[in-house]
């Protein structure tokens, strides 16, 4: 069990820019989530598959972010014309379908200039 | 929606007994968690109630009371190391994610 891995962990870029971030859950867990934090507050839900399905999309989510996950393992998140107020840690999680526990990765630190 | 409340800030000294309380607001209710996050690493699972009372897992136990929309983690013999981020988290039944708190900063002191 290597745990949920995601990378870049640290992504600097100029705005107006295109960034994917890529992760990798636990192999048997077939949920995967996306979330996002920012300082002094807890993880904010963005969006969730189910193998390869996308579940749920939170209304937050600006139709500039786009999350795939193609054959129901790794998981890719992409943000379009990055603005500053995009800078956030993007985290990414795993479950097993009837499990209570998600799984966090490092996450992927997101500053936007 | 949902809605959850806890104390932004908590401070303690090594070897003594905090609690850090959650209320909280949801349509439907499938159960609270529990997550430690340290300074720059991934928030990871404490604990979780889905039904009233008390579960214990070494020096950290955790309470809810579904009636009351409230919960609390217990932290006994506070070390250094708990100094950290507390989250709770709740799942709504109609959804399958959970939904977190803002967090309390615990501030361990010798």
């Known amino acids: 069990d290597t745990g949920v891995s995601q990378d870049p962990r640290h992504k600097i870029t100029k705005r107006g820019q295109n960034v994917t971030f890529r992760c990798d859950p636990i192999s048997e867990h077939n949920r995967l989530y996306w979330y996002r934090q920012t300082l002094g507050q807890g993880p904010e839900f963005l969006t969730y598959?189910?193998?390869?399905?996308?579940?749920?999309k939170s209304r937050l989510l600006s139709d500039r972010f786009s999350a795939e996950r193609p054959k129901g393992s790794f998981s890719t998140l992409e943000i379009q014309r990055t603005e500053q107020g995009d800078s956030a840690m993007y985290l990414c999680?795993?479950?097993?379908?009837?499990?209570?526990?998600?799984?966090f990765g490092e996450g992927s630190w997101l500053t936007v200039v | 929606g949902q809605s959850l409340e806890q104390p932004s800030e908590v401070t303690a000294v090594e070897g003594a007994i905090v609690q850090i309380n959650c209320t909280y607001q949801?349509?439907?209710?499938?159960?609270l968690s529990w997550y430690q996050q340290h300074d720059g690493g991934a928030p990871t699972f404490l604990s979780y109630n889905a039904l009233d009372g008390l579960e214990e897992t070494g020096r950290f136990s955790s309470f809810l009371s579904r009636s009351d929309s409230y919960g609390y983690l217990l932290l006994q013999e506070l070390q250094m190391k708990d100094s950290a981020s507390y989250f709770c988290a709740v799942r709504d039944t109609g959804y399958s994610t959970l939904t977190f708190g803002k967090g309390t900063m615990l501030l361990v002191s010798p």
């Open positions: 598959f189910q193998n390869e399905a996308q579940l749920e």
């Open positions: 949801t349509s439907g209710f499938y159960g």
């Open positions: 999680a795993s479950s097993l379908e009837a499990g209570n526990t998600i799984y």
